[in-house]
């Protein structure tokens, strides 16, 4: 009974503990020609349970091999075409994934995970997982331009970018050009960042990249035009003139009977003669004024165009008006006064007389 009680409780504890340490990954993968791709290998970590080993292998083409292993000893790339290709992470407890850089066509193939933990009874427990891998070559896709913190209008002598990105298969080869898909466009960059150090208004325009890779053939992919503006910020603002001192020409036709009877037209503050000259043909009549409230009129002839002005002579203009007192309302006013001294003199004489007879 007692055989059977511990045995129950070992199967438990093989239960509970393969459930802890069941690894998690991925099945299958895709990965990009000369990219990099991660294969996924984690566990929960357990302090009942110390990892004794891992280890990677690949299964292709009816043959496998072990790439890396890890023990007390250290990492060790078995292969030497997955050196300073391969790497797996040290200091992640429980992370035991694979990671592949600058992947190539003959990388696909099935790749196993497996971790060997001892147990605090001094038994070994293996767990393996596997993950199967296809590299591919990726044609180029259609890039985008992405502008520098300044955007797309800057203003002249500021530095700024333009980004060509795009997605595929690396090796990608980036193309500058100014102008427009299809039209006369000039290269100006062999880089994926177009770099403007110092911008001059010059450098306006439309530009676009290209994107080229080698898939199962050569690509290229080209972008859509942008237009990058420079402004020219030292320039003085473009101001509307005041319309103060700008002279204001009126013209009327007028009959000859008119010219003798027309006085000359002034402002508020401007008086002076008014000479005419009356010709035969169809004559017309001008006047000038500006903002000085100064006017002066010529007439002219529609024929032979002469034409006779005179100019009046502006005034002073003042605010004060002077209104004058009649000179008999001012008469009035003191001898309106005068009456009022005397009577009030005669009172004080009286008074004075009558304390004297007592």
Known sequence: MEKLLWLVALVNSFA?????LELSGTHDLEGTWKSSITLPCVYGPSRDFVQQTVVWTLDRDQSSGTIFRRDSSGDHIMLSRYRERLSVPKYKP???SLEIENLEIPDSGHYTCKVTWRTQNNSLLTKERTTTVKVVKVA?????IRPGNL???VPKGARTSLTCSASGSPPIIYRWFKGEPGGNATR???HAVLMFDSLQTSDTGKYFCEAENRALSQVV???????LTVRDLTKPATTVPSSEGMVHTTAKAVSERDLNTIPLATGSDVQGPEKHEVTKDSPYEVTYCNSMNDTRRQTCSAVNGQCNHQEAKPMVENNYVTEPMKENDY???IIGKNVEYETLVNAMESEYELGDVE
């Open 16 to 20: 509970v503990c393969s459930a802890i």
């Open 94 to 96: 429980g992370d035991v």
């Open 140 to 144: 180029v896709t259609k890039p985008i």
């Open 151 to 153: 955007g797309f209008t």
């Open 188 to 190: 100006v960059s062999n």
């Open 221 to 227: 992919r080209q972008s859509d035009a942008v237009q």
């Open 331 to 333: 008469e009035t006013i």
